[in-house]
């Protein structure tokens, strides 16, 4: 079976500074990742995927994951957090295309002015 | 990516009852699916709806407590029966545009508050 594990309910980070939300994973195959963002009384926003080819990827609104096999991990990032960013982050992954998504239990981010 | 639309936006409803949900598309998808987030959870699978066929429940989601109707491809209900204050949540539904793209997309969600 497939998981999502985000080890941080909760990320505090200060404006202007770096941000890391974590995420590891385990499937059976080639992983297909995603990161999602869920503002308040809001759905759920597609941020970023790995699929296949260069493991750093880049996303919406400046974020970027970096996926890492060996690790079954792909953190989110951002080099220069806003206040804007604060918000529920889900990490998800799936054994392939048409396949079941399993979410994270997600990270709240927050930053901070 | 596609516009995913949810009707209504929020609820307050009274045990016992029911609440039927809608999702409308912008565009013809094969793969629509229903998840349920309840409050600081992350999103549980209900089921997944596909256009001519009955829609395939995940474990512990039945289909007397959470039919769901898909009768063309852009179009799809999901119905919380005799409801109780364990089913209040948020309901949302998403599409998966294929493998051209791979990541779902979700509509808005509709907040239910069972009293």
């Known amino acids: 079976a497939q998981s999502v594990a985000q080890p941080e309910d909760q990320v505090n980070v200060a404006e202007g500074n770096p941000l890391t939300v974590k995420c590891t994973y385990s499937?059976?195959?080639?992983?297909?990742l995603f990161w999602y963002v869920q503002y308040p009384n809001r759905g759920l926003q597609f941020l970023l995927k790995?699929?296949?080819?260069?493991?750093l990827v880049k996303g919406s609104y400046g974020f970027e994951a970096e996926f890492n096999k060996s690790q079954t991990s792909f953190h989110l990032k951002k080099p220069s957090a806003l206040v804007s960013d604060s918000a529920l982050y889900f990490c998800?992954?799936?054994?392939?295309?048409?396949?079941?998504?399993?979410f994270g239990i997600g990270t709240k981010l927050q930053v901070i002015p | 990516s596609a516009v995913i639309s949810q009707k209504p936006s929020r609820d307050i409803c009274q045990r016992g009852t029911s609440l039927t949900i809608q999702c409308q598309v912008d565009?013809?998808?094969?793969?629509m699916f229903w998840y349920r987030q309840q409050p600081g959870q992350s999103l549980t699978l209900i089921a997944t709806?596909?256009?001519?066929?009955?829609?395939?429940?995940e474990s512990g989601f039945v289909i007397d407590k959470f039919p769901i109707s898909r009768p063309n491809l852009t179009f799809s209900t999901l119905t919380v029966s005799n409801m109780s204050p364990e089913d209040s949540s948020i309901y949302l539904c998403?599409?998966?545009?294929?493998?051209?793209?791979?990541?779902?997309?979700f509509g808005p969600g509709t907040r239910l508050t069972v009293l």
């Open positions: 565009s013809q998808v094969t793969m």
């Open positions: 998800a992954v799936r054994a392939g295309g048409y396949q079941k998504v399993t």
């Open positions: 998403s599409v998966d545009e294929g493998q051209g793209s791979n990541e779902q997309f």
């Open positions: 709806a596909n256009q001519g066929s009955e829609a395939t429940y």
């Open positions: 499937v059976s195959g080639n992983p297909y």
């Open positions: 790995y699929i296949t080819g260069d493991n």
